[in-house]
């Protein structure tokens, strides 16, 4: 169980390496990009944030569309309450580690010790090699120059996608995506930078709820 956490743990941490290259090609500089990973630590709020500050959004919008994303994690936290039975100081310690990954690997464990290791060797294992591949990336991506030269101006929606792609599993999920990104889409004449994808995430949002509603018998 551990070691397929270490793995899990290297594979989605190597990731990050992405993430910095893009954080700097978006205009974040290395310490920027760093501060990210190292507090934020969700890899899709992440992206938006910087998807939006690359195209000249405000700051502001950024973080708007960052914390919409990054609040499913609030709903991991919820399910995994009874599977870790954290209370006190740890709490703020696991609470930094809830992300897909660690999530998937702790709610199919038979026991609170096995989610515990589940968990923990997940979750701290993507957060330390993340981390170090953001500098690694950040680095190279600051030597590399213009984004524009090489694409990297394209690169943040393109790692979002990949990001994204993999948790359209059903009918449903693929259609409010499809919706998102069109309602999205259909704004950016009208609005600033950071705003359709605001829009788009609440409108996502409310559409999937409405969805969910319909199918309950």
């Given amino acids: 169980m551990i070691s397929d956490s270490i793995g899990v743990g290297v594979a989605t941490g190597a990731y990050g390496i992405s993430f910095g290259a893009i954080a700097v090609a978006s205009g974040l500089s290395i310490p ?59 709490k703020a310690a696991a609470a930094h580690v809830i992300i897909d990954e660690s999530t998937a690997m702790a709610v199919t464990r038979d026991s609170t010790e096995q989610a515990r290791l589940a968990f923990y060797w997940t979750g701290w294992s993507i957060f330390v090699l993340w981390n170090l591949m953001t500098l690694a990336g950040a680095i190279a991506g600051e030597a590399i120059g213009d984004p524009r030269t090489y694409g990297l101006d394209a690169a943040v929606g393109a790692a979002f996608l990949g990001l994204l792609w993999p948790r359209l599993h059903s009918w449903s999920a693929r259609l409010v995506a499809l919706v998102a990104a069109a309602a999205a889409l259909g704004l950016i004449p009208f609005t600033t930078a950071g705003v359709p994808t605001i829009l788009g995430g609440v409108i996502a949002v409310a559409f999937g709820m409405a969805l969910r509603r319909g199918a309950k018998p």
């Fill in 32 to 90: 920027q990009a760093c501060a990210l990973s190292l507090l934020v630590f969700t890899g899709a709020s992440q992206f938006a944030f910087v998807g939006v500050i690359g195209a000249g959004g405000a700051p502001l919008a950024g973080a708007l569309t960052a914390v919409l994303l990054g609040s499913r994690n609030m709903f991991y936290g919820l399910s995994l309450a009874p599977h870790l039975e954290v209370r006190g100081p740890a």
